[in-house]
């Protein structure tokens, strides 16, 4: 196990639109107000057409090809992820979560296209500290992953 220190830092409250991709959001707003690392929670709806990694798929060769999952109609979103930096400094977002519809639940990771459908509620609360960053560390996986260094 590796791990690092950091603190808290300031607290953020987005109100995604409908229409808006909940990584490219989040990272976007975490760019322009230098959020470089943070912990993200998100509630609302996700639009049909969006699509997640809902487990490892058999390997092919060297690679590990995800199972993905499209949303056929609007559903229920709840998720909790962080921010971290890539090798290059720019935020990555990694969440992970459930979507619902009619009393039916699916869980996964939120790295893909997630639309918010007519409102979504994220909590950005930054943490401030040097350490993590995302990199390609597994070349089996197309991610990059968390170190501590």
């Known amino acids: 196990m590796r791990s690092a220190e950091l603190r808290d830092g300031r607290v953020f409250v987005l109100r995604l639109e409908d229409g808006e991709v909940l990584h ?19 509630v609302g709806g996700v639009d049909a057409g969006s699509e997640f990694i809902v487990g490892p798929g058999v390997p092919i060769g060297e690679k590990i090809i995800p199972l993905t999952y ?8 709840t998720g909790t992820g962080t921010v971290f930096p890539d090798e290059d400094g720019n935020p990555i977002m990694h969440m992970h979560g459930s979507v619902g519809r009619d009393g039916r639940s699916i869980t996964g990771c939120f790295r893909r296209r997630m639309v918010a459908w007519l409102v979504m509620e994220v909590v950005i609360r930054e943490i401030v500290g040097d350490g993590p960053v995302r990199a390609v560390s597994d070349p089996r996986i197309d ?5 501590v260094r």
């Open 24 to 42: 490219e959001a989040i990272e976007s707003f975490c760019r322009d107000n230098g959020v470089v690392r943070a912990t993200v929670t998100a």
């Open 70 to 77: 499209r949303l056929d109609a609007p559903c229920e979103l």
């Open 143 to 147: 991610a990059k992953l968390l170190e």
